[in-house]
C-alpha cells in the first residue's frame, strides 16, 4: 500500500492514533524533567570545590556545560528508546540484522545533542543492557552492533572510551535490548559556546535534513504498524517496507557543525528536532519570533504515519520531525554559506526562515501553523 501523496490529509477510514495511546504523554514526562533540573541545579556548588563552575545558561539545554578554565567541558547521556524492538521484528521477517543502523541512531542520540552547545564530541560511553545472557549469544547480531558502533564513532571523529554490557534479566524482556550512549565534548576556544546569548531578531533558521523518523516517535510507529494489513511489510512507496524506511539510521549532523566552525562560522544557537517535533525550535527561553517560510522534503515514512495515524499538520509537525533534523540558527550573513558547507558534508539543507522580534511563537507559514510559549514547557 502506498501513501497518499498529500501530507495534510489524514486517513479517512481510521481513527487519529495519538502518541499519547502509544504510551508516550510528555505532559507527564515533562514536568519531572523540570523539576529534576531545578534540584539538579542545586548541585553545581559542588564544582567550586575543585575550581570549576557551570555554566548556567546550560540549564535545560541539551547538554550540559562545565568551565575548566582554558576552555569548556560538555556532556550529554541519551537512549535509543524503542527502535531495537523494530530491528528485531524486521529481522526476524528479512533475516538480515540491523543493528549496524541502530547503533548509529544511539550514537546519533547523543552527538546530535552535544553538539547543540558548540561542542566537538570527544569520547563515547556504551550502555548495552540487554534482558538476558542469551542476547549475546547471536554473535552476527552483536557483531553488527560492534561494527556500526565503531563506524559510527569513525564519521564523528569519537573515541569510544568504554561501556557497560549488563544482562537485566526481569527488568529488560527476554530476547531485547536496551541502548544508550553518554558523550563528552569540549569547546575550545570558549567563543564556540551556543548557549542562545546571541540568539536574535534577523537571524536565520537553516534547517538540515532528516532521513527518516530518526529515534523519536517509534512508539507511534509502532503501534501503528496493527492498522497496516501487512504490517512491517506494508509498502511505504514501491519496493520500501514500512519497517526497512524506519530503520533508515540517523544522520549524525557532528560533521556539519566541525566543518562551520572550521569555515569560520560560529551558529548563535541550535537545535536537535527529536521528541516533541518542531516545538524544538521554540527550545531557548527568549521571546522571539521564528517564522518558517519553507519546509524540507518530507520523507516517505513520514508521510505514511501522519496519513495513516490520521494526523492533521499540527499534530504531525508537534510529534515528529517532518524531514528537519537539525535546527542552526546563524547571523542572516552566513546562511547561504552555511546551506553549502552543510551540502557538502552530505546533509541537505535549506534557509528555511528568520528569527524576528515579537511574542515567543514558531510560525510554519506554508502550513497555516502557530506554535506559542505554552507549546514548550522544558524548563
Not at 502550513?367 to 505554552?374: A, N, T, W
Request: aromatic share 6%; glycine share 10%; proline share 5%.
Amino acid at each position: 500500500m502506498s501513501a497518499d501523496p498529500s501530507p495534510s490529509h489524514a486517513n479517512p477510514a481510521a481513527s487519529p492514533l495519538s502518541y499519547e495511546q502509544a504510551g508516550v504523554d510528555y505532559a507527564l514526562i515533562d514536568p519531572l524533567k523540570v523539576s529534576a533540573q531545578r534540584a539538579a541545579a542545586a548541585t553545581a556548588v559542588q564544582l567550586r570545590a575543585h575550581g570549576f563552575s557551570e555554566v548556567a545558561a546550560s540549564r535545560g539545554e541539551s547538554a550540559y556545560v562545565v568551565d575548566v578554565g582554558p576552555f569548556y567541558l560538555a556532556s550529554i547521556v541519551e537512549c535509543l528508546g524503542s527502535k531495537a524492538i523494530v530491528a528485531d521484528e524486521m529481522a526476524a521477517l528479512t533475516g538480515r540484522s540491523w543493528y549496524d543502523a541502530i547503533a548509529q541512531d544511539t550514537i546519533a542520540m547523543a552527538v546530535n545533542d552535544l553538539i547543540t552547545v558548540g561542542a566537538t564530541p570527544l569520547v563515547v560511553q556504551a550502555y548495552w543492557a540487554a534482558g538476558g545472557s542469551d542476547w549475546f549469544a547471536d554473535t552476527a547480531r552483536a557483531q553488527a552492533l560492534v561494527e556500526g558502533w565503531r563506524r559510527a564513532c569513525e564519521r564523528c571523529g569519537v573515541a569510544w572510551g568504554g561501556g557497560e554490557t549488563p544482562a537485566l534479566a526481569g527488568i529488560v524482556e527476554p530476547g531485547r535490548i536496551d541502548l544508550a550512549a553518554s558523550c563528552t565534548g569540549i569547546v575550545n576556544p570558549k567563543q564556540r559556546l551556543s548557549v542562545g546569548d546571541r540568539l536574535g531578531p534577523g537571524d536565520a533558521i537553516v534547517l538540515l535534513d532528516s532521513s527518516g523518523i530518526h529515534a523519536n516517535g517509534l512508539s507511534l510507529a509502532r503501534k501503528l504498524v496493527e492498522r497496516l494489513p501487512r504490517g512491517w511489510l506494508t509498502e511505504v512507496e514501491s519496493g520500501l517496507s514500512y519497517g526497512a524506511a524506519l530503520l533508515a539510521p540517523t544522520v549524525l549532523y557532528s560533521p556539519v557543525t566541525e566543518a562551520l566552525w572550521q569555515s569560520g562560522i560560529t551558529p548563535h544557537y541550535c537545535a536537535n528536532i527529536t521528541g516533541h517535533g518542531w516545538r524544538k525550535l521554540l527550545r531557548h527561553e527568549k521571546a522571539l519570533t521564528y517564522r518558517i517560510r519553507a519546509l524540507p522534503p518530507l520523507p516517505p515514512v513520514l508521510r505514511f504515519i501522519q496519513q495513516h495515524a490520521g494526523h492533521d499538520d499540527h499534530e504531525a509537525y508537534s510529534t515528529l520531525n517532518m524531514g528537519a533534523g537539525f535546527a542552526l540558527f546563524v547571523a542572516a550573513a552566513d546562511a547561504e554559506r552555511t546551506v553549502a558547507i552543510a551540502r557538502a558534508q552530505g546533509v541537505g539543507a535549506r534557509v528555511a526562515g528568520q528569527v524576528e522580534a515579537g511574542a515567543k511563537q514558531l510560525l510554519i507559514e506554508p502550513l497555516g501553523l502557530s506554535f506559542g510559549d505554552d507549546a514548550l514547557q522544558l524548563r
